[in-house]
């Protein structure tokens, strides 16, 4: 199944796509919208372009595991995602997803301007490379 990650953020949104047989997630774009309602509608209709079945909304949990504004915004997003796409919608713990992004990027020598320009694209595959890691070793009914 086709799934599409993003990484929802007040500037720029990052999003990442897996192939059919949910072995590769790879970073696909970023949507530069500020414009919440606009965003998300930009986030849907790519979805849609590229086929997607399944939408993964990164969900930014405190390192306490509790969940606050941004938390809720990302919350709020992935409900107008539900709305304007007929595929489920689920939100994912991306705690550490920039971080861990951010490392592979230094890894292989990106920064500057360069880097912001695929960050939010490569914390969407780290986000959606969890959630297909979670896929792979859960049961059916967990998933």
């Known amino acids: 199944m086709k ?12 999003l990442a796509m897996c192939d059919e047989g949910e072995i590769l ?22 979805s849609k372009e590229k086929k997607a079945a399944m939408i993964i909304v990164g969900d930014p949990v405190n390192m306490n595991g509790t969940r606050g504004e941004r938390s809720q ?3 709020l997003f992935a409900e107008k995602l539900r709305e304007l796409t007929s595929v489920e919608v689920k939100m994912w713990d991306e705690r550490s997803s920039t971080v861990t992004a951010i490392s592979y990027m230094n890894e292989v020598n990106k920064r500057g301007k360069k880097r912001k320009a695929v960050l939010d694209q490569a914390a969407a595959a780290v986000i959606l490379e969890s959630y297909l890691n979670y ?7 967990d998933v």
């Open 3 to 14: 799934i599409m990650a993003v990484d929802y953020g007040e500037a720029r949104t990052g």
């Open 25 to 46: 997630a790879s970073p696909l774009q970023t949507v530069f919208e500020k414009d919440f309602d606009a965003c998300a509608e930009q986030v849907a209709k790519i």
């Open 135 to 141: 896929r792979r070793n859960c049961s059916e009914k």
């Open 73 to 75: 915004r990302c919350a």
